[in-house]
């Protein structure tokens, strides 16, 4: 008897955190804005959600072929394209509206997102992060195209200003021309 009482209670408390979750779901209380620094719980539960889910998909992802000249110069005409709006490059700041989101986008010059895999890099480009600002540019940039951009990620940090507005100006050899993001999508995977 005791047992089921206990049994009960147990339940009875399940059903009540249900329902104080979903009021508090329904309330609007939840602060949705983008500019003020989520709460720890969110920032937990989010960071988590991203390193599980990444670690997960993109460890067994490794670029086909050793990265070379052109697929830097080609990765930079990209990223001078479709990242650096969000991200800055060397001797660039990203754009304003930038620093509107949260969290605002890294360097990525910067070790700690260095620290990631190539296919980590690759796994985020095409699908991008939920709860984040980062685009999926998969529909984009065709496989190709996104392990040019990896290439061109890891010669990031030790690009010179000048190097960097050469390279993303084109002056990089022998690059292949772009034909992101305007291409075929039937040629884009997922
Ligand atoms: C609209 C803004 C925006 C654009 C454009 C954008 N990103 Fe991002 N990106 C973000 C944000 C915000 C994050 C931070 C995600 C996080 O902290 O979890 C991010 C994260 C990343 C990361 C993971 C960094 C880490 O913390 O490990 C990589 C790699 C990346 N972006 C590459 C790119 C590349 C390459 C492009 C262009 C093809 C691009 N991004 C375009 C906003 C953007």
Redesign the pocket.
Known sequence: MKVLRVAACMVLTLVLVALAAWAYLRSGRFDIRADRRPGGLEQWI??TL?DRS?ARQADPITPPEPFDTPMVAR?AL??G???????GGPGRQ?EP??YG??????S?DSP??Q??SDG??FW??GN??R?????A?GS??DEED?WA??A??RRLPELLPAEYEALISGGGGDAAPVDGPYGDPAAHGP
């Open positions: 989010v960071s991203r990444l990765g990209i990223y394209d479709s990242c650096e709006i969000c991200h990203a509206f930038a989101l949260h969290p605002v986008p890294p990525l700690v997102v620290d990631d980590e890099f985020v480009i991008g992060l709860f984040t600002g980062m685009p540019f984009l940039y996104r951009v990896v061109f990620l």
